[in-house]
């Protein structure tokens, strides 16, 4: 049998294969063959499971729920983008929505099995303020949340890709449930009633009249936008979640709720920017472009939020990883 350590070494290394596969598969399978896309699917659910896995052998390994260190958050990050993928794409009905996530899962991987050194993929005794019931709570919402707003913004940028230069027009609302927008393929005729009344002698009397409506599928450019809000709208609460879950920790920890520290900061910045972005969906009843170019922003917002302010200062939330 394999010692941990090893085994861990395996696992990070399939996990990067199998997303680097499924990541192919998606992009021939978009070009040549929509079959192969499946195989780009059945990729990413063995993705998701081996790095469950590898979380899974670092918790028996180290005793501690395994969230401490650059490694270890950026392999539950990509376990987080693997499953909302797989959500996302199970509500568009085929459509290539992988060809646009799959690289996202890859690169965070790449660089967490390829690049960190192997003294920051070890795992370490945790610092004071780490041992605490916290640690899952809050880190492990925290980094579910990034993973949705990263796919939600990630497909917001191909949403700008794909209907860059033309002039975008969605018709209905983005969750589908009005009927000039439904989610996805319907193949039977709805049918309807339609009251009429009859011409002549000042008649009142309302006749009904069967009508039928065919429902329509959505563009490629529609479901990117109507998928993006959606992973959006999933990872908004989560990280409203986990910012208060940080404060009630934080106050355990070091004695006050908002020390203004630099992720803390940028958590905030983060909030504002997706918050702002669902007000001009559910609000303004804005769609298309101008949230897409909000939720772009919020890509590099929440990547600042994630790694910038490990590179840019030291903080409070700066132990164990860069500084």
């Not at 980094?143 to 027009?169: C, D, I, K, N, R």
């Not at 009344?197 to 109507?226: H, I, Q, Y």
């Not at 879950?245 to 106050?251: D, E, I, L, Q």
């Amino acid at each position: 049998m394999l010692p941990l350590s090893q085994l861990q070494q395996l696992l990070d290394n399939t996990s990067f294969a199998l997303l680097f596969g499924s990541m192919l598969f998606y992009w021939v399978g978009s070009a040549f063959n929509k079959g192969l896309s499946l195989w780009g699917r059945a990729g990413m659910v063995a993705a998701n499971l081996t790095i469950a896995s590898l979380l899974l052998a670092r918790w028996l390994d180290a005793g501690y729920f395994p969230l401490s260190n650059l490694y270890e958050s950026l392999f539950f990050l990509a376990w987080a983008v693997t499953l909302f993928h797989l959500v996302a794409e199970s509500m568009t009905k085929g459509k290539l929505v992988g060809v646009f996530t799959s690289p996202l899962a890859t690169a965070i991987t790449a660089f967490a099995a390829l690049k960190l050194p192997d003294t920051m993929q070890r795992s370490e005794p945790l610092v004071p303020a780490l041992k605490s019931n916290w640690l899952m709570m809050h880190v492990s919402v925290m980094l579910l949340s990034y993973g949705a707003l990263m796919l939600g913004s990630v497909l917001a940028v191909a949403f700008l890709f794909v209907t860059h230069g033309q002039e975008v027009s969605l018709a209905g609302n983005s969750l589908g449930t009005s009927m000039n927008g439904y989610s996805g393929k319907i193949d039977s005729p709805i049918e309807m009633t339609e009251k009429i009344a009859p011409s002549g002698n000042g008649s009142t009397l309302l006749l009904e009249k069967p009508v039928t409506l065919t429902a329509r599928e959505l563009t490629l450019g529609e479901t990117l936008d109507n998928i993006s809000y959606r992973m959006i709208g999933l990872g908004f609460p989560l990280l409203t979640i986990g910012i208060i879950a940080g404060g009630v920790w934080a106050n355990e920890a070091w004695g006050s709720y908002w020390s203004w520290d630099p992720k803390e900061t940028w958590s905030l910045i983060t909030w504002l920017v997706f918050a702002a972005y669902l007000h001009m969906r559910l609000t303004r009843g804005w769609q298309g472009r101008k949230p897409a170019i909000v939720a772009t922003v919020g890509l590099g917002v929440v990547w600042t939020c994630y790694l910038g302010v490990n590179l840019l200062g030291k903080g409070l939330h700066s132990y164990g990883w860069f500084l």
